[in-house]
C-alpha cells in the first residue's frame, strides 16, 4: 500500500513541477521515485521515510546549483541587474573617504562608490559597475586601464 502512496506522491511532485517550471519540487519527486521502489521491494516504511528525505535533500544540494546555471543561464537581466558588468564614466570623483562620486550610464546620474576604499576615480575615468548597493553603483577601474 505504501508504493502506491509513493507513487501519487511521485506523480503529483511531478505535476507541480510541470506547472511551475520553479526547479521546486523535482527534487522531492526523485526522493519520491526511491522511495516507490524501496516500497515496492518490501522496505521497511520508516526507511522509506528516511531514504526520502535524504534522497531529496542530495538532490537538492548537490545538483540544483548546477540545474539553475543551466536552465536559467537565457534569462536576460532587467533593471539595475542588467547594469552588473557595463561601463560608467564619471562624473563626480569618486572617493570613498569624502562619501562623495557620481557616475553616468545609459543616459542616468547614479551616485557611486568605490569597490576599494582606497581607490580614488577622476571626472572622465571609466569604471567597470561590479554591484549595486541601493542606488549607488560599487564600481572599480575598467581593465584596458590598469
Not at 506523480?11 to 511551475?20: M, N
Not at 540544483?64 to 564619471?90: E, F, H, M, Q, W
Not at 572617493?95 to 580614488?120: C, F, H, K, M, P
Not at 542606488?135 to 577601474?141: A, N, Q, T
Amino acid at each position: 500500500m505504501a508504493a502506491i502512496y509513493w507513487l501519487i506522491g511521485f506523480v503529483v511532485l511531478l505535476g507541480i513541477e510541470a506547472a511551475t517550471m520553479a526547479l521546486t519540487t523535482i527534487w522531492f519527486a526523485g526522493g519520491a521515485l526511491v522511495a516507490f521502489i524501496l516500497a515496492l521491494f518490501g522496505v521497511n516504511t520508516q526507511v522509506q521515510l528516511a531514504v526520502f528525505v535524504i534522497v531529496s535533500f542530495i538532490l537538492l544540494f548537490f545538483t540544483r546549483p548546477l540545474a539553475l546555471k543551466y536552465v536559467n543561464r537565457y534569462t536576460i537581466k532587467t533593471n539595475s541587474d542588467s547594469l552588473i558588468g557595463k561601463y560608467a564614466r564619471v562624473t563626480a570623483e569618486i572617493n570613498n573617504q569624502e562619501g562623495r562620486g557620481a557616475a553616468v550610464i545609459n543616459g542616468q546620474e547614479w551616485t557611486a562608490r568605490a569597490l576599494e576604499d582606497d581607490s580614488i576615480y577622476p571626472p572622465g575615468a571609466m569604471v567597470e559597475i561590479k554591484d549595486i548597493k541601493g542606488v549607488k553603483l560599487i564600481v572599480s577601474r575598467k581593465q584596458e586601464e590598469i
